[in-house]
């Protein structure tokens, strides 16, 4: 069984920053890639950004590009989403997912493990 679990969501002004991590555990489940997406009210499941486990792999969507980053702590068994810059069209559930493999992984069907969701607003 593994367990994924998201956290650091909130509410922050436009233009601010905030930081999601995630971490994966489970028997034996030590080398996973991690992807991130998000779910805004009345609107489909959006992909946001991957990293293989080796974080020497990244993807991100175009609509976060240049604002968002993604890291990992290995030795902390934890994925983190930084966030700058955030504008109102960015308030959605966060949603980390995890699959072992190092590569990165870009569509919601390529993964296996998914975590709770954390609430990400932004307004002022």
């Known amino acids: 069984q593994v367990q994924v679990v998201e956290s650091g969501g909130g509410l922050v002004q436009p233009g601010g920053s905030l930081t999601l991590s995630c971490s994966a555990s489970?028997?034996?489940?030590?080398?996973?890639?991690a992807g991130w997406f998000r779910r805004a009210p009345g609107e489909e499941r959006e992909f946001v950004g991957a990293t293989s486990w080796s974080g020497g792999l990244m993807y991100y969507a175009d609509s976060v590009k240049g604002r968002f980053t993604i890291s990992r702590d290995n030795a902390k068994n934890a994925v983190y989403l930084q966030m700058n810059s955030l504008k109102p069209e960015d308030t959605a559930v966060y949603y980390c997912a995890a699959r072992g493999g190092d590569y990165y992984y870009i569509t919601a069907g390529d993964y296996d493990y998914w975590g709770q969701g954390t609430q990400v607003t932004v307004s002022s």
């Open positions: 489970g028997r034996n489940f030590k080398f996973w890639a």
